[in-house]
Every structure is written in structure tokens, then in C-alpha cells.
Nanobody
Framework: QLQLVESGGGLVQPGGSLRLSCAASGSTLDQYAIAWFRQAPGREREVIACINDNGLNENYPNSMRGLFSISKDNAENTVWLQMSRLEPEDTAVYYC????????????????WGQGTQVTVSS
């Protein structure tokens, strides 16, 4: 069974950058699409990026294009999320989640979840 662990969250100043990691165990990531979601207090969980099983297709909501970049190394069994130009409204708990093969934007389609990592953008 796929297990996911996020790391790399923390406090960053507005305009700064941060790189999150999602390390997988229990199975190899070449079978799974991995998405990053975030959830801020009082708000719904939203998808911010996804990469498919072979790592060749990346998907972003239009509102996230240019701000986030997802990458994957199946040999290292790890997915990264590079975030740039962060603003206070990006403050949230960031989760990585896995499902078989292809990306979807609906969080309900992802059976495997990490515990989340807190990102706080503040001066």
C-alpha cells in the first residue's frame, strides 16, 4: 500500500519560495499519479498541481500556472512542489495524494494521502 510523507513546509516571507517534498514508500510511484492539494482554515481543499504516473504530464489549475511547479523522480520515489512568489493567501496545510495512473482534480478520487505540511507566509 502506498504511503506518503510530506516535508519542507515552514515559515516564509511574502514573495519568497519554498520547495515541498513528498516521499513515497510501500509501492513505486511509476504506478501512481501524485497531486498536491492545500487547505486553508475555513476553506475547501483545492488541487494545485498533479503529475501522472510516468512523470511526463503535469496539470495545473489556470490560477496556479506559473506559480507552482511539480516534478517527479520515480527512481527516487519522490515528488516535489516548487512554489514561488508566495503570498499570505498561500498559507495552508499542503498535502500530497496518490491515485492510480492519471491525474484528476477531485480530491475524493485519491485514496492515498500524506499527513500534510504547514506552509505559513508572513512577514
Amino acid at each position: 500500500q502506498l504511503q506518503l510523507v510530506e516535508s519542507g513546509g515552514g515559515l516564509v516571507q511574502p514573495g519568497g519560495s519554498l520547495r515541498l517534498s513528498c516521499a513515497a514508500s510501500g509501492s513505486t510511484l511509476d504506478q501512481y499519479a501524485i497531486a498536491w492539494f492545500r487547505q486553508a482554515p475555513g476553506r475547501e481543499r483545492e488541487v494545485i498541481a498533479c503529475i501522472n504516473d510516468n512523470g511526463l504530464n503535469e496539470n495545473y489549475p489556470n490560477s496556479m500556472r506559473g506559480l507552482f511547479s511539480i516534478s517527479k523522480d520515480n527512481a527516487e520515489n519522490t515528488v516535489w512542489l516548487q512554489m514561488s512568489r508566495l503570498e499570505p493567501e498561500d498559507t495552508a496545510v499542503y498535502y500530497c495524494a496518490g491515485k492510480a495512473r492519471f491525474c484528476l482534480g477531485d480530491s475524493r478520487m485519491y485514496p492515498y494521502w500524506g499527513q500534510g505540511t504547514q506552509v505559513t507566509v508572513s512577514s
